[in-house]
């Protein structure tokens, strides 16, 4: 169980602390970006058209980053202290993990560059070009190498379910994101016609369910019982909940595609599994707020578990909406409007985002041995990412259920923009709440990590 884990006082966690400074530099560029592309929503001039600074290019670094600069390494960190701890050893080789968190940080330039000279395949989620794809994949395979290695000399005979979630995440994506970014064809990175849309959206939404909901699952199984310091509720509820996952997961995303002439047997078992992803979901929240229960004021003195438990509660809100938007009657109204990018929002900013930052926040003391820099700046970071999510969620329903009916009953583009122009400034708004969190965060990590020798003044 995580609260017996132990290891030996020579650990480092140098892999851990690279993974935790790259989230926390990537996240203020990641929100930067967005800041300024919804402001540009409602502003189209206010860059003066400077090529790199286009909204058609900001959109795609945005959301790459914040994927792949933010999330993603926020949750490895968690991993590559979490998975030594319950196996009780040492992770197999820091100095492959520090290649991995450079070679992961150029591929984030890379990206950054590449995008905002216009280089890109144009799909969803995959607008990277080849040789970032090889060096992402590359790190997926080093990362899959380093942990299976650490579980081969462990010295904790039984694999605690975090480890299977760890696992399983790294190992599939890079599967999934070399299938989605057809790895295997250079020179366009897509394959021809229906197939190519089926194929994006398979890895589309399975770099969700495949690589953020995994690695966050693993982290709050972790978390969760350490802060309430109880064991969890039920081992066998939790690897119910990851094969769902597995199986139920894999097959949804389809559902981005129900007005396009795939199979309609691909459809049917998209929307199917959509409305089953139940299953693991409520695995997943009934073990760990059963863990939680009687727990709570735990959890609120202890800035990572507040994180983390919020992370879960946004978890619910997104997998209920994500069931719904399947079944075609609503996406009829929904498909293509702010409602879809609401539901982004919640799920990675909400649910992973929040997970990963509590997870950063509680393995940073004890890997450094020393208190977090600044608990203020902790909790006011989790305020303005909390109020910000919310913002966006209700902001941003709001205006795609304007925009889903004007377009179902008939109206065009541009006479539902001045509708939903309020819409877009309040989201601007709160898109500055992020931003300030990301750079007090940025601040705070940093002095967490790095503190001032003893007898300075703090």
Same mark, same amino acid.
């Given at each position: 169980m995580p609260e017996n884990a132990t290891q030996p006082d020579t650990a480092t966690y140098l892999t851990a602390r690279g993974f935790c400074l790259t989230s926390a530099a990537w996240m203020m560029a990641a929100t930067l970006a967005g800041l300024v592309a919804a402001i540009e929503l409602v502003a189209p001039d206010l860059t003066g @058209? +400077?090529?790199? %600074?286009?909204?058609?290019?900001?959109?795609?670094?945005?959301? @790459? %980053? &914040?994927?792949?600069?933010? &999330?993603?390494?926020?949750?490895l960190a968690s991993a590559s202290y979490l998975v030594p701890r !319950?196996?009780?050893?040492? $992770?197999?080789?820091?100095? %492959?993990? !520090?290649?991995? /968190?450079?070679?992961?940080?150029?591929? %984030?330039?890379?990206?950054?560059?590449? $995008?905002?000279?216009?280089?890109? *395949?144009g799909r969803e989620y995959a607008e990277m070009v080849w040789p970032i794809d090889v060096g992402i994949v590359t790190a997926f395979c080093l990362i899959f190498f380093n942990f299976i290695m650490t579980v081969k000399k462990r010295k904790e005979k039984i694999l605690y379910v975090s480890v299977w979630y760890v696992l399983g995440a790294v190992v599939l994506t890079a599967c999934t994101y070399s299938m989605g970014n057809v790895i295997w064809k250079p020179d366009t990175g897509a394959l021809s016609g229906i197939p190519d849309a089926i194929l994006l959206w398979f890895y589309g939404h399975n770099i969700f369910g495949l690589l953020l909901t995994p690695l966050s699952a693993a982290t709050a199984y972790y978390i969760i019982p350490q802060v309430c310091r109880t064991p969890l509720y039920s081992h066998t509820l939790s690897l119910l909940g990851f094969w769902a996952l597995i199986v139920i997961y894999t097959h949804i995303g389809t559902h981005h595609l129900l007005q396009v002439p795939v199979p309609t047997w691909l459809k049917v078992i998209a929307i199917v599994d959509s409305v089953a992803m139940v299953i693991p979901v409520m695995a997943f929240l009934i073990n760990i707020w059963y863990t939680a229960r009687g727990k709570l004021g735990l959890l609120h003195s202890d800035i990572g578990g507040k994180f983390v438990f919020t992370g879960t509660i946004m978890y619910f809100i997104v997998s209920i909406r994500g069931s719904i938007m399947a079944l075609p009657d609503v996406q009829r109204v929904t498909h293509f409007s702010h409602w879809v990018v609401s539901h982004a929002h919640v799920g990675v900013l909400g649910f992973a985002g929040m997970t990963a930052l509590?997870? !950063?926040?509680?393995? +940073?003391?004890?890997?450094?041995? *020393?208190? $977090?820099?600044?608990?203020?700046?902790?909790?006011? *970071?989790?305020?303005?990412? !909390?109020?910000? /999510? &919310?913002?966006?969620?209700?902001?941003?329903?709001?205006?795609? $259920?304007? *925009?889903? @009916?004007g377009w179902l009953n008939g109206e065009t583009v541009y006479r539902i923009l001045p509708e939903i122009h309020i819409y877009n400034i309040i989201r601007a708004s709160f898109g500055v709440l992020i931003f300030l969190s990301s750079i007090a965060g940025f601040y705070n990590i940093l002095r967490s990590l790095f503190p001032k020798p003893a007898g300075e003044t703090p």
């Open positions: @058209n +400077i090529a790199w %600074l286009l909204f058609s290019r900001l959109r795609p670094i945005h959301v @790459n %980053l &914040v994927l792949f600069g933010f &999330v993603t390494p926020g949750l !319950l196996l009780k050893t040492e $992770l197999y080789s820091e100095k %492959l993990g !520090l290649l991995t /968190v450079g070679l992961w940080n150029i591929s %984030l330039v890379a990206l950054v560059a590449t $995008l905002a000279t216009g280089h890109t *395949q509590g997870g !950063l926040y509680f393995i +940073i003391p004890r890997i450094t041995d *020393q208190p $977090l820099f600044s608990r203020f700046l902790a909790d006011f *970071q989790y305020w303005m990412v !909390l109020i910000g /999510v &919310v913002g966006f969620t209700i902001i941003l329903t709001i205006s795609g $259920l304007i *925009q889903g @009916n």
